[in-house]
């Protein structure tokens, strides 16, 4: 009888791990996680209260020639209340699950200086999503009614000295879209530039979102679809930029109560 106790790796400090191999587990987990079970192919997408290091979404796929992750079933990868202490990278991944991220925290760190090796210039951003896509969605069932929600970062924490990239990513799936209640506190600025929101009659909302540091910008992103985007409650306490952004939604537009602090600019040209 093995007497060694047991441990999860998703729940290991990231020192005691050797570089890449979570990436790879996790990339595996997913992709291995449509079973028979739904209670089991559910449990396998959820990371609740894990602790990760630095996750290359992205290189992970590459090594099995795969930019798609995912299985044939619409339960979400649940990051609830995880923490990422070296950031995560998925360039141009496409999500076939929904994602949710509640009150998790990514240690933005700035890469461009990382000493890691074979880091390689590709990966120098702290967070970055810069080309995914979000093309699944799940059934959400609540008190008097039932949504479906495509990609759910609410009360999630980005903090530290690096950048976060949603730039030229887009949202395919019909389902909400939620960063409402996210803090954004990173020196090397936020970007959701070139954003395509395409997720039918479902809310893209900002609601409460707070944003530090250098410069967010919404440049060229567009809101397509016939729900409401909202930027109720948010307060940018630096430059933002809506530059040639494109608000083409029939569920109208809300800035209600939005702040815009201390030295903070707004670009709206084109807009």
Known sequence: MNSEPEYCL???H???????VESRAFVT???????ESDAVARRKKQFIGATF???EI????????????????????????????GGLSAQDVVFQQPIRACYTQFDCIDRSESHIPDLGVRNKYAVDFNGAEFAGRYHKAYVGGATYEAVNFRHAEFTNDGTVRFGGAAVTADGQVRFDGVTFRTDGGVSFAATRFQNGEYIVTFRGSSFTGDTVSFSNSEFHGSGTTEFTGTTFNTHVRFTDAEFNTTGGVSFISCRFRGNAGTTLRGA
């Open 58 to 85: 992205d290189a992970a796929l590459k090594e099995q020639d795969e930019h798609r992750l995912g299985a044939d079933d619409d339960y979400p990868i649940v990051f609830d209340h995880a923490v990422f202490k």
């Open 29 to 35: 987990t997913i992709q291995q996680s449509d079973v």
């Open 10 to 12: 998703f729940h290991t």
């Open 53 to 55: 290091g630095y996750l």
């Open 14 to 20: 990231p020192e005691k791990i050797k570089d890449g």
